[in-house]
């Protein structure tokens, strides 16, 4: 399904220990979040390897058919964001794969987050919950919980945390979507952090200096 293999970003001078997998938005690649990560205000401790998938280019009916980097189709774009629910558990199958590989590389899935933006944060949500295996943490950004009525969450990750950040000015994804989401994930029986920011559909340095922190404390320790 991928037109390309990921970005990966090493951490300097170590082997790394854990993984965080970040998807992109709509219209975007894996370079889009490259600048983040050495924004970052990680714990000098931490030896973390980022892998930042690049979407495959799909025609979207909401833009005229035209085609560009996306994780599925919106349909229309009501708040409901009705969408291809196939591509969207296609793209959720890459996610997987990618932890598959990790794991295979020696990181305790314990370790690994996964993390999305927008249209990577849908996908995100429902790659998280339905991995077998039990997972660090979820980080949903600027984004909606499409799948949240068809889910079958994995038992392996019930206990998963949850933390969702939104932009109270967002005039591409409402802001309502985002809590709605997390709502949803509640509802599902998750624990869920949600946070707000003064800001449109983007990040913030405020919110740079929040995912730090939440990376710090889910992958600050190795489990025993």
């Known amino acids: 399904m991928a037109d ?3 970005l990966i970003i090493e951490p300097q001078h170590r082997t790394a220990d854990a993984t965080v997998i970040l998807l992109h938005g709509l219209g975007a690649d ?4 490259e600048p983040l990560v050495p924004a970052l ?3 000098d401790s931490l030896a973390v390897r980022f892998i930042l998938p690049h979407a495959p280019r799909l025609a979207v009916t909401v833009n005229g058919g035209m085609e560009m980097p996306a994780w599925y189709d919106i349909l229309d774009m009501n ?3 009705r969408i291809d629910e196939a591509q969207l558990k296609a793209s959720a199958d890459r996610v997987h794969a990618l932890i598959d590989a990790e794991i295979a590389k020696g990181i305790d899935s314990r370790r690994i987050v996964v993390a999305g933006f927008s249209q990577g944060g849908a996908v995100a949500y429902h790659a998280a919950l339905t991995y077998p295996q039990p997972l660090a943490g979820l980080l949903a950004l600027s984004t909606y919980f499409a799948t949240a009525e068809s889910i079958q ?7 998963l945390p949850i933390e969702v950040h939104h932009g109270s000015f967002d005039p591409v994804v409402p802001e309502t979507l985002g809590h709605e989401g997390a709502e949803r994930a509640e509802a599902l029986g998750y624990a869920v952090n949600y946070r707000t920011y003064p800001m449109q559909h983007a990040l913030c340095p405020e919110q740079i200096g ?3 922190p939440w990376l710090n404390a889910r992958l600050g320790a190795k489990e025993a």
């Open 4 to 6: 390309s293999s990921p």
């Open 30 to 33: 894996g370079h889009d979040f």
């Open 41 to 43: 205000p990680l714990d």
């Open 79 to 81: 708040l409901g964001r």
């Open 153 to 159: 969450p994995s038992e392996a990750n019930r206990a």
């Open 210 to 212: 929040d995912i730090g």
